[in-house]
T-cell receptor, first 114, second 112 residues
Framework: DTAVSQTPKYLVTQMGNDKSIKCEQN?????MYWYKQDSKKFLKIMFS???????INETVPNRFSPKSPDKAHLNLHINSLELGDSAVYFC?????????????FGDGTRLSIL | GENVEQHPSTLSVQEGDSAVIKCTYS??????FPWYKQELGKGPQLIID?????GEKKDQRIAVTLNKTAKHFSLHITETQPEDSAVYFC???????????FGKGTHLIIQP
């Protein structure tokens, strides 16, 4: 069983479109995250949610809006997609809000903007 | 905020030899240091972690050491095998529900 699952795995779309990426975890974790990995493989935190509430919102354009309908899901909606949004987006989850809890990652969504 | 430096960016070793990857961090409040392995087309997979109250931790062929005074930590892989080839990331995290701050990754290549 996949612990952290993301859909879709690949997303190819035109500049200016709006798209969503879904994430679900079946680990019973309270905290979920979105990370962005650029073409040089650099991983950077975007958002963190704990029990459906936003905890971290790094310097991310407000075109990116996370939505957490329940603590097992954290979706990422992106408006007006730009070329620079092309990257791999990873969802992760961890138990509780303690900083020393292991984070478990999904296999990523590769977003390509044409 | 936290800054994590990782070296080397690429490491090539002969199968059976040991590999060492080093990281430094800047925030003395950081208290958790995981290591991730990322294979092509996959997400980062946690392979070992260490907390700030421990100096060393070992799991079979993998070990991690932490020097809090010097603010550096290292990953040691012994008896390397072809399946160890991947990109390895170190990370650090401070208090609260923070996101991980990652190093820039090390591409480990195991030569047969």
């Amino acid at each position: 069983d996949t612990a952290v699952s993301q859909t879709p795995k690949y997303l190819v779309t035109q500049m200016g479109n709006d798209k969503s990426i879904k994430c679900e975890q079946n680990l019973g974790h309270d905290t979920m995250y979105w990370y962005k990995q650029d073409s040089k493989k650099f991983l950077k935190i975007m958002f963190s949610y704990n029990n459906k509430e936003l905890i971290i919102n790094e310097t991310v354009p407000n075109r990116f809006s996370p939505k957490s309908p329940d603590k097992a899901h954290l979706n990422l909606h992106i408006n007006s997609l730009e070329l620079g949004d092309s990257a791999v987006y990873f969802c992760a989850s961890s138990r509780g809000v303690d900083s020393n809890q292991p984070q478990h990652f999904g296999d990523g969504t590769r977003l390509s903007i044409l | 905020g936290e800054n994590v430096e990782q070296h080397p960016s690429t490491l090539s070793v002969q199968e059976g030899d040991s590999a060492v990857i080093k990281c430094t961090y800047s925030d003395s409040a950081s208290n958790y240091f995981p290591w991730y392995k990322q294979e092509l087309g996959k997400g980062p997979q946690l392979i070992i972690d260490i907390r700030s109250n421990v100096g060393e931790k070992k799991d079979q062929r993998i070990a991690v050491t932490l020097n809090k005074t010097a603010k550096h930590f290292s990953l040691h892989i012994t008896e390397t095998q072809p399946e160890d080839s991947a990109v390895y990331f170190c990370a650090a995290i401070g208090g609260g529900a923070d996101g991980l701050t990652f190093g820039k990754g090390t591409h480990l290549i195991i030569q047969p």
